[in-house]
């Protein structure tokens, strides 16, 4: 497979990776702003949480623009002329200003005391939110030649990655809200035990036959394998997961192990899923 391709260096670079994993818990942690209007157990998480996920989607954004040739090229995203709506890197820079311009003015209408306008805004925000790791798998799922991006399963896997980043994140903006905190805590299994099915079904669809087992050789067994496997897929997940089952994981304060490993998981996965299909075909 790697002798029929036209891919032959590294075109997305860790950063993106970097990228990926700000705007996962800025994307989880809105979503849980939204819930707080649903489920009076967020309430206290709602304002914390709207901020950060606005400071992480801005820090995110500026990610993007240091990785331009030319920075400045940005302001062609909200340019219509410049937009080709056959590309799917449009529809993505207009999501992530899209998601901007709501996320100001929930945050704007959370300050003032609007609460009808704020809960609207937080459920349009929150529809933005879910089309941004969505387009994130979407864009890799294009790629025809990357057999290990080439799949179904890369937007649903990104959305999942973060919820359970977005709760882990939350729970240390919880302090010692029990109630909270165990809420959080059925997000990051359900999450967790989500992003752990769609990693296996990946393994089992690429690494096991068929042209995609050359492309997977890096995220299993090459320098990304410790990445992947180790870090992503048994201390991030697995582990976070047998932690939270164990007697001391049903309680608030047993929560910031298991969160803290997810984070890391999920630098790990993201570095991995991103960097092993593309480093492999550098060899041809």
């Given at each position: ?214 492309l997977a050789y890096e995220i299993l067994t ?63």
């Amino acid at each position: 497979m790697g002798d029929y391709v036209w891919f032959h260096d590294v075109s997305w670079h860790a950063s993106y990776a970097i990228y990926f994993f700000i705007i996962g818990i800025s994307v989880g942690l809105f979503f849980f702003s939204f819930l707080s209007w649903h489920k009076a157990v967020f309430e206290p998480l709602r304002e914390k949480a709207a901020y950060a996920s606005f400071i992480l989607l801005a820090l995110g954004g500026l990610l993007l623009i240091a990785d331009l040739s030319q920075p400045f090229r940005f302001l062609y995203v909200l340019n219509p002329a410049y937009l080709n709506f056959r590309s799917p890197l449009a529809w993505g820079a207009l999501n992530i200003v899209s998601f901007s311009a709501v996320s100001i003015a929930y945050l704007y209408m959370i300050r003032k005391g609007d609460a009808d306008n704020a809960k609207k805004l937080a459920a349009v925000g929150a529809l933005l939110a879910l089309g941004l790791p969505v387009y994130t798998g979407f864009d890799m799922t294009v790629h025809q030649s990357r057999p290990v991006w080439n799949t179904p399963l890369m937007p649903p896997l990104f959305v999942a990655m973060a919820v359970v980043s977005g709760a882990a994140a939350a729970s240390f903006l919880a302090a010692r809200d029990e109630a909270m905190l165990m809420m959080l805590r059925r997000y990051m299994l359900w999450s967790a035990g989500a992003v752990g099915v769609m990693l296996v079904s990946l393994l089992g669809t690429t690494a096991y036959g068929g042209s995609a087992q050359e492309l997977a050789y890096e995220i299993l067994t090459g320098t990304m394998g410790k990445l992947f496997v180790g870090l992503g897929m048994v201390a991030g997940t697995a582990l976070p997961i047998g932690l939270m089952l164990a007697p001391a994981g049903r309680k608030g304060s047993g929560l910031m192990i298991p969160a803290l490993l997810i984070l890391l998981g999920g630098i790990g996965l993201r570095i991995s899923l991103l960097m092993g299909p593309q480093i492999v075909q550098t060899l041809y």
